[in-house]
């Protein structure tokens, strides 16, 4: 079974963000960066797919500058076997479905019977880019999985989806994508050994031009959605402690919340 | 791939990539662990970079290190809780041409990633976010290092702990004993962001210039010591180093004693308005001379913080100290492996190297500054009291006339201090400082 | 003129809260220009919801009735959508940031070729009837500010409970327009085989307006009981931190945070959770925070517009007795 993953480079989850100041980034000094958490889970379903099959390759795919390099060898290090690495400066400006298009170029490329994705990539908080590539390629996809079986044929698999109270249980036809969400699965940490070998594993890059994709396809200007300026969030100031003996001060809370706040 | 390496280097500090850089360059396989999420990302330092031993490892260094500020002006002052008195240099020959003084601000988490690069580019692997928990033996020879990871024990003919000032490895090598408490210092220190010519204006500096600031007495309540400000391009670093004993003494943590250093009066108005963007604690070993350990045994050498090198004199130099021991033992294991012998008497180079360098010749002239230091409390608290007090005196006008004035000055002085026991203290001094 | 579809979503037999939180967005955007607002309501036997769509603010419904609708499916919901959407020349597609919105949303935008932003918190539109949507990102750690350009078609997923509803008129009649999926299903790739229903929270997380979560201070699994009887004391839905989740004391669908869901509650009661960035990430824009939590320092407070120092085991009885008795008054 040929596996791809798609994995994005972002801040790690603890990082302070704020605005650059041109208002058209975050300020990225002095951040440190990490696999997308929910790609993470995607990898690791692929290892397991792979190591349950005793056969295939899993492949995974990144659009982003130099530095994501890191990522694309963490995915090795933990046993991916081959990382695709786009890379080009006419991508900047481009929005998710820019994104999209571009990786459903290099995924066309591939022969992949099951593509893999994150829930969403923590830092555009978007959760578009794995719909909009099965829309793309005419794929089926089940979005937010947190349970996958592959059925005894290969030919289908069966995930659950979280929903509002409840799970769907999909089938889906291969080859499919599914894009992850957390409880899937435990994903693993690098063996010394993974890390060694990662050095060596294949690392394809790619620029638009080897997608046969030119600027105006996936670049600014093709943007359907463009961003006008990044913001901090208001500051939430610090209420009030309420003190007092814990009877008093539970029934200040609740007046408080009825009478200030009118929210009971 | 062949599963045993020429050498493994437990810690990607200054000392570990010196060294790593170093056996590179010389072909032979290297790999580092660093337990940091990449080298460099927890450490600290008070900030200057002394860089005779880097100008050897990376020729021309300053056009490519991240280096921050070329520093050509150093200041010294006393505190009290009021005043403060202060000695300072500055010098334009310092701001000719690189490398000026060989004295450069700098942030680790940005220096300590780039020379590791360094280290990786010759050959090295360097493996972030790994820990080692200890060595591997074959008989009485060290063979190898146990990682943290599965598939985590590593093979190699030599082992070089340059993991810090709590090197397990030496501990478990039986090198070293636990540490007393008087001979390790605790600092913390936190980065303030403020823009670069509010930075130049207040510290009277131009371009890329910078300063050191040592603050003493009062700016540790008077604890054995001393409080640092050096200038970055578009930060301070603003912190405090005590020896661990003061702090017990004195009931007081590190986070405390810095808030405290930063409502000083001196203090304030330097870092006014600034943002504070990080804060980290760390450990300096300032034993000095009697404090270095064994430093190698078979199939293993001890570099950096790891063997205690640090000379906590007038100058804070750590980092230069760590290179230069990296730097040494490295070339003591390329010996080694010419003549295959990677015993204790095969390695022993190194020690050699050390002692006829400036890293155990100055540890030895400074021997005696941690012992002076903690038997004369007097020099930390009452004596710069008494001196801030009596310039106070001297400076303050009345209608006194001055004749007056300078009399009751020495009369003062003379009660606090006879004019003999003056004279002894500064023998002292000079005994342990010059 | 703007002409704005909103796609209906509902639970069991009722429309969603948050979708008369669309259309309340829908009629802000459309009356300055007397644009239209209209509703598409799919599923199986849902034509009595169009009342409430009507009573909520649309002008016309959509009414999609199919057996074969009954179950959701991304294939044939998002075919329908893009159909009418093209059929009545909207330009604007609301949906709400639910499971369904945030899989449906992506797909029709692509199929459309137009512009999509997700879970957005603020949404006006500019003259040539483009949107300007504000949206939380890096977990909220900070906004943007994004603008639709040269778009036929906007597809945009709005935040629950941020929002407000237009003002009902139930005797408000929509014009009802039947229409009818065009999908094959026998080739669909990909099908709903079951719904599990999962014993949850009665009400669900992120649509509550009021939520009382617990976390690692609560110390064992049955404790929850404690959180859950404040819970139903509120009206509340019950929520999670990871810690508490990790630890095997709730489902995963409980969790709140960067790596569970995004909620933005009136009141978010925070019972031994400490308030880590990735916790944040998922309730800082709940409009009223309280924390209970024995340590001073715990971040929490930092944000908690009212915070108790002190032992949950003696707080969260004493608050039940007195929730109970204000609702009883
Ligand atoms: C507050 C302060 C101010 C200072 N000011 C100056 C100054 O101005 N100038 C100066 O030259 N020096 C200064 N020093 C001293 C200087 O920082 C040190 O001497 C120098 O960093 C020592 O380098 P090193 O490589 O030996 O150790 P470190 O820099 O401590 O590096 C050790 C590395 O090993 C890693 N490590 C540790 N254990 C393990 C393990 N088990 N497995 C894997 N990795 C491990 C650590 O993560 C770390 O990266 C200062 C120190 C402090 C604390
Ligand atoms: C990639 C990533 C994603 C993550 N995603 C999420 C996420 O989605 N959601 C999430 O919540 N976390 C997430 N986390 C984890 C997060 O960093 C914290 O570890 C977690 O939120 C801690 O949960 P907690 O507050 O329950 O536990 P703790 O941090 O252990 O806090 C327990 C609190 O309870 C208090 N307490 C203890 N006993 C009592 C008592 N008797 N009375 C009152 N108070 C008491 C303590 O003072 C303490 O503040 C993520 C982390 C990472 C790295
Ligand atoms: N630049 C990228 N390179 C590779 N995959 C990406 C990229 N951006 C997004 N993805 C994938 O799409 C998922 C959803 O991303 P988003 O729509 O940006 O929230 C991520 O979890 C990744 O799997």
Redesign the pocket.
């Known amino acids: 079974m040929n596996i791809a993953v798609c994995i994005k480079q972002v801040p790690a ?2 990082s302070k963000i704020k605005p650059a100041a041109d208002g058209l980034d975050i300020d990225r000094t002095g951040l440190s960066y990490v696999v997308n ?1 929910y790609d993470e889970f995607g990898v690791e379903e692929a290892l397991k797919i792979k190591e349950q099959l005793d056969t295939g390759t899993v492949t995974v795919i990144t659009i982003g500058p130099e530095k994501a390099v890191e990522a694309l060898r963490t995915c090795l290090a933990v046993g991916a076997d081959e990382a695709i690495h786009i890379k080009d400066d006419a991508l900047t400006g481009g929005d998710a479905l820019c994104t999209a298009r571009v990786l459903a170029a290099a995924l066309k490329k591939g022969n992949y019977d099951l593509i893999f994705f994150g829930r969403q990539a923590i830092d555009d908080d978007s959760g578009a880019v794995g719909i909009h590539v099965a829309e793309l390629l005419g794929l089926p996809h089940v979005a937010g999985i947190n349970k996958f079986e592959l059925n005894a044929d290969g030919l289908k698999a069966v995930a659950h989806r979280q929903i509002e109270g409840a799970a769907e249980v999909v089938e889906a036809r291969l080859p499919a994508i599914f894009t992850c969400q957390k409880e899937l699965n435990e994903p693993r940490y690098a063996s010394l050994p993974g890390i060694m070998k990662a050095k060596q594993k294949p690392m394809t890059v790619w620029s638009l031009a080897d997608l046969d994709l030119s600027a105006e396809d996936v670049g600014a200007s093709a943007a359907k959605v463009k961003l006008e300026k990044i913001t901090s969030p208001p500051v939430r100031e610090a209420g009030k402690t309420i003190d007092g003996d814990t009877a008093h001060a539970v029934s200040e809370l609740v007046r408080l919340l009825h009478e200030e706040a009118k929210v009971l | 791939m062949s599963d045993k390496f020429d050498v493994a280097i437990v810690g990607a500090g200054p000392a570990g990539s010196a060294a790593a850089l170093t056996l590179a360059r010389e072909g032979l396989s290297v790999v580092v662990f660093e337990r940091g999420e990449f080298p460099g990302a927890k450490n600290m330092f008070g900030g200057v970079l002394y860089t005779t031993i880097l100008n050897k490892l990376v020729p021309n260094f300053w056009e490519e290190a991240p280096v921050e500020r070329q520093i050509v002006k150093r200041r010294f002052g006393l505190l009290s809780e009021k005043s403060e008195a202060a000695f300072e240099f500055r010098c334009e020959d310092y701001n000719a041409a690189p490398p000026y003084n060989q004295s450069f601000s700098a942030l680790r988490a940005r220096f300590d990633p780039w020379l590791a690069k360094k280290a990786e580019e010759a050959g090295a692997l360097i493996i972030p976010e790994t820990v080692v928990d200890d060595l591997i033996w074959e008989g009485d020879k060290v063979c190898g290092v146990k990682a943290r990871r599965e598939g985590g024990d590593i093979l190699a003919d030599v082992v070089i702990a340059a993991d810090g000032v709590n090197s397990f490895l030496a501990k478990k090598a039986g090198l070293r004993k636990e540490f007393k408490w008087n001979v390790l210092a605790v600092a913390a220190k936190e980065v303030i962001g403020l823009p670069r010519e509010v930075i130049e204006d207040r510290f009277g500096l131009e371009g890329d210039e910078g300063v050191a600031m040592e603050f003493f007495a009062d700016s540790v309540a008077g604890m054995v010591g001393g409080g640092f400000i050096y200038t970055n391009k578009e930060t301070l670093s603003v912190g405090i180093a005590c020896s661990i004993d003061a702090f017990i003494g004195k009931k007081i943590v590190p986070n405390d004693l810095l808030e405290r250093f930063k409502k000083h009066p001196s203090i304030r108005r330097l870092i006014r308005k600034g943002e504070t963007l990080e804060y980290s604690g760390h450990m300096i070993p300032e034993g000095g001379f009697n404090q270095v350990p064994q430093i190698l045994t078979d199939g293993l050498l001890l570099a950096g913080d790891a063997a205690h090198l640090v000379n906590a004199s007038l100058y804070h130099e750590g980092t230069n100290l760590a290179m230069a021991s990296g730097l040494y033992a490295a070339e003591a294991i390329i010996e080694a492996k010419k003549k295959g012998d990677f015993s204790k008497q095969g390695l022993k180079s190194y020690q050699e190297k050390l002692e006829c360098s400036f890293v155990m010749k100055d540890l030895k002239k400074y021997q005696k500054v941690e012992a002076w230091a903690h038997a004369n409390p007097k020099f930390f608290t009452e004596y710069p009291d008494l001196l801030l007090d009596l310039i106070k005196d001297y400076f303050t006008i009345s209608e006194k006339p001055k004749q007056t004035i300078q009399e009751n000055l020495y009369k003062k002085f003379r009660t606090h201090l006879s004019p003999l026991r003056a004279m002894i203290e500064i023998n002292k001094l000079r005994k342990t400082f010059l | 003129m703007t002409k704005i579809l909103v796609v209906s979503e509902r639970h069991e037999a009722k429309v969603k809260r948050v979708t008369l939180e669309a259309l309340g967005a829908a009629h802000a955007l459309s009356s300055k220009e007397g644009g239209q607002v209209a509703a598409l309501l799919i599923g199986n036997e849902v034509a009595s919801q169009a009342d409430t769509l009507s009573a909520g603010g649309a002008q016309k419904v959509y009414l999609a009735d199919d057996p074969k609708l009954a179950l959701y499916s991304s294939e044939a919901y998002a075919t329908l959508v893009a159909d009418v959407a093209k059929k009545m020349d909207a330009t604007l597609i609301l949906l709400g940031a639910t499971a369904m919105g945030k899989d449906l949303g992506p797909k029709v935008a692509a199929k459309l070729e137009g512009a999509f932003a997700g879970d957005c918190t603020g949404l006006a539109l500019n003259d040539e009837g483009a949107f300007v949507a504000t949206r939380p990102i890096y977990g909220g750690k900070a906004i943007a500010t994004v603008k639709c350009q040269q778009a036929q078609f906007q597809v945009v997923t709005l935040r629950p409970n941020v929002f407000p509803v237009h003002p009902p008129a139930p005797s408000a009649k929509a014009e009802i327009e039947k229409v009818t999926t065009t999908t094959d299903f026998s080739l669909l790739k990909a099908i709903v085989k079951e719904v599990l229903t999962v014993v949850a929270s009665k009400v669900e997380l992120t649509e509550a307006q009021i939520i009382v979560s617990g ?3 609560l ?1 064992a699994p049955e404790n929850f009981k404690l959180i859950e009887e404040l819970a139903d004391a509120l009206g509340a839905a019950v929520g999670a ?4 989740v990790d630890a095997g004391w709730k489902p995963h669908s409980y ?6 869901k995004t909620v933005s509650p009136l009141l978010y009661i925070a ?9 944040q ?2 309730m800082s824009s709940s409009k009223y925070i309280v924390a ?4 001073p320092n ?1 971040p ?1 407070f930092k944000i908690a517009n009212y915070g108790i120092v ?4 003696d707080v969260v009885p004493l608050l039940i007795e007195e929730v109970k008795k204000l609702k009883a008054a």
Request: charged share 15%; glycine share 18%; hydrophobic share 35%.
């Open positions: 989850t603890e958490p | 976390g690692r201070g110390k931190s990871r810690a508490a969790q709140v945070g960067l790596t569970g019972c031994g959770i400490s308030g880590a960035i990735q916790h990430a998922g209970i939590n024995n340590d715990a929490i002190a032992d949950l085991f």
